[in-house]
């Protein structure tokens, strides 16, 4: 099957520094979105991004969709930033694959 | 205002116990989907639903049943065939069609002691 890897798988920063993290798919996805999980474990959406770029505020995101890849920027971070940000894609069927992801901690 | 809804948010029970989980959705979405978290790992696909009363076993179905019997509910029921059910457990929903977003309630906890 798919293997959605993300990278780094942690991170901590000060705040107000940038950060990029990495989704690579071995194949092909149909869709794919960049979710925030946070510390209660709610999944906010923050991207459907299935190609091309997107910003909103000081989150942007990129997918590379011929080579696999998908980054998500975060600028200026806040301390209300840290949790775990995952990406998924979505195969022929309604089957979404979700990465392991990046455990973000921005100190104060 | 429209949403997911997932009930309730933390759950106990003891081994041994069947238990269903809550699942209800007003946006009108025709695919539903559980998914499964253990602390510190990613989401692991138990079951989805395209339509009504029909459904599909995900990567860790073992443990577990669904029914869709209703467009906007997809209750989830752990078995006591579950060997390790307890967990986070969060419900997704996307309309139909390969350009859909998913969307994920709040999640509940279930501890089996």
């Known amino acids: 099957g798919i293997q959605v890897e993300q990278s780094p798988p942690d991170l901590i920063l000060q705040e107000g520094a940038n950060s990029t993290l990495r989704c690579n798919f071995s194949?092909?996805?149909?869709?794919l979105q960049w979710f925030h999980q946070n510390p209660w474990g709610q999944l906010i959406n923050l991207f459907y991004i299935p190609s091309g770029t997107k910003q909103n505020g000081r989150l942007s995101a990129t997918t590379v969709a011929t080579e696999r890849y998908s980054l998500l920027y975060i600028s200026s971070s806040q301390t209300t930033d840290s949790g775990v940000y995952f990406c998924?894609?979505?195969?022929?069927?309604?089957?979404?694959?979700f990465g392991t992801g990046t455990r973000l901690k921005v100190l104060a | 205002d429209g949403g997911i809804t997932q009930s309730p948010k933390y759950l106990f029970r003891k081994e041994g116990q069947n238990v269903t989980l809550s699942c209800e959705q007003n946006?009108?979405?025709?695919?539903m989907y559980w998914y499964r978290q253990d602390p510190g790992q990613g989401l692991r696909l138990i079951y989805y639903s395209q339509i009504v009363n029909d459904f599909q076993k995900g990567d860790i179905a073992e443990g577990y049943s669904v029914s869709r019997e209703k467009k906007e509910s997809f209750p989830l029921t752990v078995t006591s065939a579950q060997k390790n059910p307890t967990a986070f457990y969060l419900c997704a929903s996307s309309i139909e069609g390969l350009t859909a977003p998913l969307h994920f309630g709040n999640g509940t906890r279930l501890t089996v002691t």
């Open positions: 946006l009108n979405h025709d695919a």
């Open positions: 998924a894609g979505r195969t022929g069927t309604y089957k979404y694959i």
């Open positions: 194949d092909s996805v149909n869709n």
